[in-house]
């Protein structure tokens, strides 16, 4: 093995549901405004807009009980999402084969520092200091697909305090899985490792030091934590 001259950087290690071994992540991709209501209330046209992606860093996913509020923003969102760990890969991959790349599911929330990415959207500047900042992206304890299959419906839903924020369900992503890792491949060389968020439903909106935010969807898990 070759020596290296700082120390290796360490592997972020997602929980497995049921089992002791965990799941390690390679890159994080993220699929932009991929329900009709959220695509509206950002000013998008859910009816003739293309998938479009973006990337959080492999570190700013982790499970956790707590959420740091990040500096240099004062207008930090929350958005639930359908994870999907692949456990294969490759370029330009079908529709038809995409699902057997598919490891299995998880909740997850890409928080969003919504005052810079509103800035950056005016700029024509990239998204990264709005997406991939530290902890950005919590993610519960993945569900292998063989235990659940592959999730077609089920309630997308995120409280704050006991609130309801947003509501929809998994029947409602523009991009369905299949597409979206198709897709995605003709752009990426995907591989095992490599974490897909699919998508929030309507209601994003800002939380608060203090606040404590409980999200799930059915049939796949739940994720609970503090905003800190």
């Known amino acids: 093995m070759l020596a290296t001259v700082i120390p290796m950087p360490e592997t972020v290690l997602l929980p497995v549901e049921g089992v002791a071994e965990r799941f390690p992540v390679r890159r994080v991709y993220c699929v932009g405004r991929n329900y009709a209501e959220h695509a509206i209330e950002m000013g998008g046209d859910p009816t003739?807009?293309?998938p479009f992606f973006f990337?959080?860093?492999?570190?700013?996913?982790?499970?956790?009980?707590?959420?740091?509020?990040?500096?240099?923003?004062?207008?930090?969102?929350?958005?639930?999402?359908?994870?999907?760990?692949?456990?294969?890969?490759?370029?330009d991959i079908s529709?038809?084969?995409a699902l057997t790349k598919v490891y299995g599911?998880?909740?997850?929330?890409?928080f969003t520092r919504r005052?810079?990415?509103?800035?950056?959207?005016?700029?024509?500047?990239?998204?990264?200091?709005?997406k991939a900042?530290?902890?950005?992206?919590?993610?519960?304890?993945?569900?292998?697909?063989?235990?659940?299959?592959?999730?077609?419906?089920?309630?997308?839903?995120?409280?704050?305090?006991?609130?309801?924020?947003?509501?929809?369900?998994?029947?409602?992503?523009?991009?369905?899985?299949?597409?979206?890792?198709?897709?995605?491949?003709?752009?990426?060389?995907?591989?095992?490792?490599d974490v897909i968020m699919t998508g929030t439903p309507a209601g994003?909106?800002?939380?608060?030091?203090g606040d404590k935010v409980t999200c799930g969807i059915d049939g796949v898990g739940t994720l609970s934590l503090t905003v800190a």
């Open 115 to 130: 005052d810079l990415q509103d800035v950056a959207k005016k700029m024509s500047r990239p998204w990264e200091a709005a």
């Open 105 to 110: 599911y998880a909740v997850g929330i890409d």
């Open 55 to 91: 990337q959080k860093n492999a570190d700013n996913i982790y499970n956790g009980e707590t959420f740091p509020y990040p500096p240099l923003s004062s207008s930090v969102h929350h958005e639930v999402e359908l994870v999907v760990a692949l456990s294969g890969g490759g370029a």
């Open 133 to 193: 900042f530290e902890k950005s992206a919590p993610v519960s304890a993945l569900v292998p697909a063989e235990k659940i299959g592959h999730p077609q419906t089920g309630a997308v839903w995120l409280d704050v305090n006991g609130a309801r924020k947003q509501s929809g369900d998994l029947n409602q992503l523009i991009w369905k899985l299949p597409e979206i890792i198709a897709e995605l491949s003709k752009l990426f060389v995907l591989a095992p490792g």
């Open 95 to 97: 529709v038809e084969d």
């Open 204 to 209: 994003v909106g800002a939380v608060a030091r």
């Open 48 to 50: 003739r807009e293309p």
